[in-house]
């Protein structure tokens, strides 16, 4: 075994990392650009290296740089996390040729399954189920259409290389398919460096189910199924593990598809075989696809950790080590039911827009798994992406599980940035999730009942402005009386775009009524706590001029400073700003052009994805502001508009 290790990594993955690996008694060496100096894996590691700026070009993609760290600190092998270079064969091969040990596969089990649509081709020779589809080298365009034609429509459209939905477009009819094209193809070549694309029959209801398979180079084994057909734009939300609805002849199949698939290219270490399934009429063992493999270990792990009780690190580190597997394919079991929630700092209502700040408040209950690689202080850059922690419960059945995975989500506490917990809360709740009742489609159908706008009822108001007030502490007996404070004062505070006044009248130290509009809610300290309408005041975060109430999943209300002055709006629809600090990929608007609301004018690039900036309204274009390359802070003005001439 090794007695040095470096996590060429950052956030939750590295921290996950190095909690197991510490545990093993191993030293733990990390790395970290500039933006993560004061980070949660830097100061849990053993030691850490700087290696660069910012950008993941410049820190965590510089393959040299991290592997001169890893020789200048003594450590003996590299464990890669997920992401980054996790999966780039032509680091590994440098990695061995300094001496060292690439925790992970080989570089050519790598290659062999780093482009869809080689390794399409390779499972079909090892026996492995693939969708219909062209996986071929042609790229021309119309050839691709003609594809598409033959296979039948719906069509995807996916990027040979990489994942995450990136370079992913469902084409539903001809006319959109050129268009879908063009964009997947700018999408994938931005993301992996690769344009080229394949395209295969979309299933109509589709389920994603993935095997988690491992082994030591020449054997291998599975370790049962993942569900992550919870999705939103091709991009996981809930996982969970077993599959709703798993039988054991369908298990069984696609186990022994997946071992098979992994010892076809002599893989090593832990990786992911995802299988697309026909859920239209339940799970049967000839309706299972083959759609990639994973040669990494996967976000999503912990709900197989959960139901085997197998430590995957713990099996990273002794394999590449040289140990054999720790188990036997007939020595694993299923225990139970575990589900993992991605809790991630995004606008939901504004279409899952990514969001950076700083969290003035993290808390996660105890009694659930919180993988994080944030703190309470921290800030959500806009150069990573801006996951916060992934949520995960295990219980003996389905249903306890998921009342747990619901329990955990409202009992989750986020200061500082918005995030997507009230909608995480939405599907954990879910009729037809509850039921097993689940396909990549689900959330797409049902978002308008999913994405509600937050409420604020009057009790929430009066806490926020017993917090504002500082109220919440025990009752000072000075404050009845009028030499030492005023019986009745007000609290002007901002909910979304909504004022609100909250006015506060001082019955007795212990009694305080307000009233917000023409509601009254009484605040009453019993038995060592406040009381507010009738209910334990929630719990509380306090942050310059934020309040955050901790009820309904992150109530955020704004302390209105009595002297400040509205200036009023400036935005009218001229000006086409950047909602989030990114870089400007393309740019579509040219000076003099007539536009109509809805026309595409630029793209940024943010995040790690793509978000195009439509005309909000019909004009004319006046001034084009920023350049294509140009790194932007939110709120940047791109593109100005102006009205046409009549």
Known sequence: MFDTILIANRGEIACRVIRTAQA?????????????????????????????GPAPADSYLKGDAIIAAAKDAGAQAIHPGYGFLSENPAFVEAVEAAGLVFIGPSAKAIRAMGLKDAAKALMEEAGVPVVPGYHGANQDDAFLAEQADGIGYPVLIKAVAGGGGKGMRLVETPAAFADALASARSEAKTAFGNADVLV????????????????????????FERD???QRRHQKVIEEAPAPGMTPEMRAAMGAAAVRAAEAIGYSGAGTIEFIVDGSGGLNPDQFWFMEMNTRLQVEHPVTEAITGVDLVEWQLRVAAGEPLPMAQGDLTISGQAFEARLYAEDVPKGFLPATGTLTHLQFPGDARSDTGVRAGDTISPWYDPMIAKVIVH???????????????EQTEVGGTVTNLAFLGALATHDGFAKGDVDTGLIARDIDA?????????????????????????????????????????VALEFGEEAVTARLRILAPDH??????????????????WRIGGRALPPLAVSAGTVTVFDGYGLRFEVIDPLARDGGKSGDGNLIMAP??????????????????????AVLEAMKMEHSLLAERDGVVAEVLASEGTQVEAGAALVRLEEAEA
């Open 395 to 409: 219980g003996p059945t389905r249903e306890v599980a998921l009342r747990r995975l619901a329990r955990a989500l």
């Open 228 to 230: 992550c057909s919870l």
């Open 24 to 52: 093993m008694g191993l030293r733990c060496v990390a790395v970290y650009s500039d933006a993560d100096a004061g980070a949660m894996h830097v100061q849990m590691a053993d030691d850490a290296v700087h290696i660069g």
């Open 200 to 223: 295969e029959k979309y299933v109509t209801k589709p389920r994603h189910i993935e095997v988690q398979v491992f082994g030591d180079g020449k054997n291998a084994v599975h370790l």
């Open 512 to 529: 305080h009524q307000w009233s917000i509009g023409d509601d009254t809610v009484d605040a009453h300290w019993r038995d060592g706590a």
């Open 450 to 490: 999913l994405v509600v706008p937050p409420k604020a009822e009057p009790r929430h108001v009066a806490a926020a402005a017993m917090a504002a007030l500082r109220l919440t502490g025990a009752p000072d007996w000075a404050q009845g009386l009028v030499l030492w404070a005023p019986l009745d004062r007000s």
């Open 580 to 601: 989030m600090p990114g870089l400007v990929k393309a740019v579509f608007a040219t000076v003099g052009q007539a536009v109509s609301e809805g026309d595409r004018l």
